[in-house]
């Protein structure tokens, strides 16, 4: 018997080709087990609203088939969306913040727009950290004033879900969807992915458009897939990628996006491949149960064959890193965000926002705003030569005497990092990041590697990412959802 929570895209796609099963049935599927277990039962309260629609959308997308055919592996595919990306349609775009509690988006985000012509499913959206994460600078993994606390399905209230894209993280983990999309500024698709065990790519920055999606800063924002396998994040991906008119930083990707990421897909991808492993600064954090995780993972690396470069170095691992970046670039950021809504909506800047918080502080700022307040106090212009200087010092510090630096001292394909730690310095740079699960402590705790490469290295990180994930298949699903995945 066929587990829909836990198949592959193309398993789904095959499927319904088949006349085995229907978008209808999928997306019923998934609204039944979100219904079980959500709100209720483990209740990993990952889900911040339900589309209304979905049900027509799978109906029409079945429909189709019968009529035209197939689009693509995404037809009638049921995928979640993070609560700070837009959609036109009759659900909030909430950052998961009471003061946009009522707010509807005037257009789709550019990525929305790419998911539904490659006529995939939008099932609802997640909840995740409270503007991802950039409110108040001691706000728990996962909270939202909106939504409340997510949980990870692999340990509820034990381990952590990770960053702001928790809830997509925890719905694909607990079978809520097939996959799901996530935002990041610095490890926030990669720390929840890797705390939920699963794939999670954080592209370059400009390869998938930030249209429509509530910003942190501009230099480092960017979305991307989460979802069980390697396969299934690529397909993601290749919808979403593209060049916008409307974002230029899009332009950076012309020539150099495949349209198709499945085509990076190979089981021997590792053969020849230059990898090299850091450790320092990055393992004292982890448990020796969890370094020896990390160890397995490199000796299938190697023996997948791999040429693995041990204890490399990113030369500025320990400079002076501040958040001076994201502090300038927020405001502006949010203000022009505001902007876009309808002109109905009373809160038109970050100030407005800051107001309105402090008006319904018993309900909004469990944990205050003080990111909001910093943010408040710049100029908001982008000119101030504090920023400048900070945003100079970032991308000297992390790409050219940084991961450029280390990568061409041991000419290697990529880095490899125990979970997500190096994220911050690859968020900073814009770079790519591709997070695979790695196995599980005794306790049940999930534990992934993360392969980092330089600007639109996605196709070789994909194809590493793919190696390494085929020759362990180390994910396996959350022992409390158990019954469900084995069909029992």
Not at 130 to 145: L, R, V
Not at 478 to 488: A, I
Request: include cysteine; hydrophobic fraction near 40%; glycine fraction near 8%.
């Amino acid at each position: 018997m066929m587990c829909m929570h836990e198949s592959s895209i193309m398993t789904l796609q095959r499927a319904m080709e088949e006349g085995k099963t229907t978008s209808r049935e999928l997306t019923l599927s998934f609204l039944k087990r979100i219904a079980a277990h959500d709100k209720q039962g483990v209740a990993i309260n990952a889900i911040s609203e339900v589309n209304p629609d979905a049900l027509h959308i799978a109906e029409s997308m079945d429909r189709e088939r019968e009529v035209a055919g197939s689009r693509g592996p995404l037809h009638g595919i049921p995928i979640l969306i993070k609560d700070n990306i837009a959609t036109a349609d009759s659900m909030h775009t909430t950052a998961g913040s009471l003061a946009l509690a009522d707010s509807y988006a005037s257009a789709d985000a550019f990525l929305v727009s790419r998911l539904r012509a490659a006529g995939a499913v939008l099932l609802g959206k997640t909840n995740l950290t409270e503007w991802a994460n950039f409110i108040s600078d001691h706000m728990p993994n996962g909270y939202s004033s909106r939504g409340g606390q997510v949980r990870n399905p692999y340990g509820p209230d034990v381990f952590d879900v990770g960053g702001s894209s928790a809830g997509s993280g925890a719905a694909i983990a607990a079978g809520f969807a097939v996959a799901a999309v996530g935002t990041e500024t610095s490890g926030s698709i990669l720390y929840p992915s890797a705390c939920n065990s699963l794939v999670g790519i954080k592209p370059t920055v400009g390869l998938i458009s930030r249209s429509g999606i509530i910003p942190i800063a501009t230099s480092q924002d960017t979305a991307g897939p989460m979802a069980r396998t390697v396969e299934d994040a690529a397909i993601l991906l290749s919808a979403m990628a593209g060049y916008d008119e409307h974002d230029p930083a899009t332009g950076r990707s012309i020539g150099l996006a495949p349209c198709d990421y499945q085509s990076c897909l190979d089981k021997n991808g590792l053969q020849g491949a230059r990898v090299g492993i850091v450790r320092s600064g990055y393992l004292a954090a982890f448990s020796r149960e969890e370094q020896a995780l990390y160890d397995e993972s490199i000796a299938v690396l190697q023996k997948a064959g791999a040429t693995v470069i041990e204890s490399v170095t990113i030369p500025t691992e320990e400079a002076n890193w501040q958040n001076a970046v994201l502090i300038h670039e927020f405001k502006s950021g949010i203000n022009a965000y505001l902007k876009t809504l309808p002109a109905d909506f009373p809160l038109r800047t970050l100030k407005d926002l800051i107001a309105w918080n402090k008006k319904h502080e018993a309900e909004a700022l469990r944990y205050g705003q003080s990111l909001f307040e910093k943010a408040e106090q710049t100029s908001g212009s982008l000119a101030d030569a504090a920023y400048i200087e900070a945003r100079l010092y970032d991308l000297e510090m992390s790409q050219t005497r940084g991961i450029d630096a280390a990568m061409k001292e041991h000419q290697l394909d990529c880095l490899v990092f125990p979970m997500s730690e190096g994220d911050s310095i690859a968020a900073r740079a814009g770079y790519p990041s591709v997070c695979v699960p790695a196995g599980y402590t005794t306790a049940g705790k999930p534990f992934g590697i993360m392969f980092t490469g330089l600007a639109f290295q996605e196709p070789a990180l994909i194809r590493l990412a793919y190696a390494y994930e085929q020759n362990s298949l180390r994910r396996v699903a959350p022992p409390l959802l158990d019954e469900q995945h084995t069909g029992r």
